[in-house]
């Protein structure tokens, strides 16, 4: 390298360079290697400078006041008209707290109407969905509270909450035909999902809130309240309880837990409760205080019961058993 770096100092002198623009020439070739991964480092951070200015989100705000921003509307699909159907996943939270998702079942199909059906709601702004788009709403719960509003405010939005649902747009059809046909090829889709990943969701839904809970072979997941000392529950067993039956989010959909509620009675795998409660019910002993952690397909599947708005949901069964008796006797 020295030798090589020489040959070049005597062809520059050769061609009548002085010795001091010589001496500059290597003072600033040391600089550039010295300071070379600091040379790259800047550049690598323009270059996701100009990246994210590029996919930097576009924001909105409607005439009734709603916010939303959309990211990667670059399509060049036109937005959503006024009659087609959009099909989209969304992920609803209140004060960061996950709510409602449609990820673990199916897509939500809407048909657009003129956003001023909707003020202040999310069919406002379907007219501005585009194929492929990621969208932020934004709304306020004091505003919502204050409205007459096509949909009624969910019972968890509260007074000074505020309500941020993320959708991502799969596609818009141009009829309710079309969309029926897609509808009806996303159930077998959904409950194929659900049967591979939902232990694996419940798992991630216990290990973020610290719960220490038994899976059993049914992928059913148990949360150990209280022990009982009792006998073991069987198949074919009359027993007493009570329980508590709500939504992964924090629905409740039944209960027999207040003072004038009276116990319920049940045979043990009869078939009248969800599969995923049927099979570990005789898991259990009379005493026992139990919550169960039940994936969508091992509960009501892609059909909910009463109080269910919508299927495909993993739900938690918290049951204490009271007593048993055999129904031969």
Do not use: W
């Not at 550039?32 to 996701?48: S, V």
């Amino acid at each position: 390298m020295y030798k090589f770096v020489h040959m070049r100092l005597e062809v520059l002198i050769q061609f009548g360079y002085t010795s001091d623009f010589i001496q500059h020439r290597l003072i600033m070739n040391r600089m550039f290697y010295l300071n070379k991964p600091i040379l790259l480092i800047t550049f690598a951070l323009l270059a996701i400078f100009i990246l994210h200015a590029c996919n930097k989100p576009k924001g909105y705000r409607t005439e009734s006041g709603l916010i939303f921003y959309v990211y990667g509307d670059q399509s060049k699909d036109s937005t959503a008209k006024v009659g087609e159907v959009i099909k989209f996943n969304y992920k609803k939270y209140v004060n960061d707290s996950l709510v409602e998702s449609t990820y673990p079942g199916i897509p939500q199909y809407e048909q657009v109407m003129p956003g001023l059906f909707y003020p202040y709601e999310a069919g406002e702004i379907y007219p501005y969905f585009r194929k492929g788009d990621s969208i932020v709403l934004y709304q306020e719960a004091d505003s919502l509270l204050k409205r007459r509003l096509f949909y009624p405010v969910p019972s968890y939005v509260s007074s000074g909450d505020e309500v941020v649902t993320h959708f991502k747009v799969l596609d818009i059809f141009s009829s309710d035909s079309l969309a029926g046909v897609d509808m009806n090829e996303e159930y077998p889709r959904a409950m194929a999902r659900n049967r591979k990943s939902g232990a694996s969701r419940l798992k991630r839904y216990l290990d973020k809130r610290h719960i220490d809970a038994e899976l059993t072979p049914d992928t059913v997941y148990i949360e150990t309240i209280k022990e009982g000392q009792g006998v073991q529950v069987e198949p074919g067993d009359m027993i007493t309880f009570r329980f508590t039956a709500k939504t992964i989010t924090g629905s409740v959909f039944g209960t027999n837990t207040g003072e004038d509620d009276v116990p319920m009675d049940y045979e043990v795998m009869s078939g009248f409760m969800p599969k995923g409660i049927d099979e570990t019910l005789p898991r259990l002993q009379v005493g026992d205080h139990v919550r169960m952690y039940v994936p969508a397909m091992k509960a009501f599947g892609a059909s909910p019961p009463p109080g269910l708005e919508k299927g495909f949901q993993d739900i938690i069964f918290e049951v204490e058993i009271l007593s048993k008796k055999s129904v031969e006797n």
